[in-house]
DNA sequence: TGCATTTCTGGACATTTGTCCAGTAGAAGC
DNA sequence: GCTTCTACTGGACAAATGTCCAGAAATGCA
């Protein structure tokens, strides 16, 4: 549990309240094409990532559409299904060997009311989620392809490296095809 | 402040509490055409709309983009820039006469630490914007502008009546020549 | 009511993006 | 070392979407 003890700690939770958040998550293992997260089954976790690479997909006519992928050191969720408890509309599956450190809905609340601070951690978190995902719904909205694609190669260079362009294609909202065309213009 | 009253005591709220938040928002008046948030300023507020239409949108090109309008009795913010404390990317506008109940930061901090219950309301509220958002993301990503259009028919009929189809059009991220397009063929 | 302004539609053509596919290169397994 | 699989590129053509624009319809205002 290493990590989450250096991220929590980060956040300046120490002594029984650090030992008592650490203790409501546990590790799980997941080999590559492992579902984390299947569609019509409701997510009861969210979590943080020890390591691996995560992909957020829906199936439509028979293709996948990949609408995110999350890697090592950043939260993990179904939203929409964990926050609502409502079937999940999307499939998350491992892309690489990984684990993540996973806590329920029960366990994350009890940390809410009962720890100290806690509750203004989780609403931070909650805040920079929203945030991260404004801020992408906007570049979808406002910026092409091209310019999400640009954007990517100075903001997540490092996600870049690790993903097959295929899956980077599909976020962008456009064909691998496509993509070809983009990065060979930049070029 | 009557719709405010409705609304929070519809959320369990009473007495004291009930008077100690309503009494946290001052009610502010816009003309059409009015700047309720302006490209490059911290937006220092949040807001309950009491009525009226606002239009988000960002000029990119000399061309504006909306990305958002909101009706009354939902709540209104430029979230980035409230949350993070930086410039906003958007212009925010009343397309009509309105008026918002608005709240700044610190009295929002003091509700969530002092009035009992209100720290849940917000992460309630915190978790329902996600949901909203995230949800209009994946839409964005998943499904073509037409399935777009068909869904708010369904979905938000009240606003397509109110709202010109140039604004409508920006939001589904075509142009109005191709709106034009998309409505006559599902005819 | 009537004029001015804004909004909406759709034609003609240009550009962008997708589809289908074949070829190459590199990685994985035996 | 050879085969097999997967990822990536790019050609040729098709389909979707944008640009420019003019006329019709709707709306606001005097």
């Known amino acids: ?5 250096n991220y ?6 120490e002594g029984d309240n650090l030992k008592r958040i650490v203790d409501s998550f546990s590790l799980q293992a997941f080999e590559k094409n492992d579902f984390v997260v299947e569609f019509g089954k409701t997510s009861k976790h969210i979590g943080f990532i020890n390591n691996g690479l995560f992909q957020y997909y829906v199936l439509k006519d028979g293709e996948e559409k990949t609408h995110y992928i999350s890697i090592e050191n950043t939260w993990f969720a179904s ?5 609502s408890e409502t079937p999940s509309q999307e499939n998350i599956r ?5 684990s993540i450190y996973l806590i329920n809905k029960p366990n994350l609340k009890k940390l809410v009311s009962e720890v100290p601070g806690f509750n203004a951690f989780y609403i931070g978190l ?12 906007f570049d979808l909205i406002v910026l092409t392809a091209e310019e999400r694609y640009l954007k990517m190669l100075t903001s997540d260079p490092e996600l870049l490296q690790q993903i097959p362009l295929q899956y980077l294609a599909s976020m962008l909202g456009v064909t691998p095809r496509h993509l070809s065309r ?3 213009t930049i070029r």
């Open 79 to 83: 939203l929409l299904s964990f926050i």
């Open 94 to 98: 491992a892309l690489t060997n990984g």
């Open 8 to 13: 929590f700690g980060q956040m300046g939770f």
């Open 1 to 5: 549990m290493e990590k989450l003890v």
């Open 126 to 137: 909650l805040e920079q989620s929203i945030c991260g995902i404004d801020a992408s719904r």
């Open 182 to 184: 983009i990065r060979n």
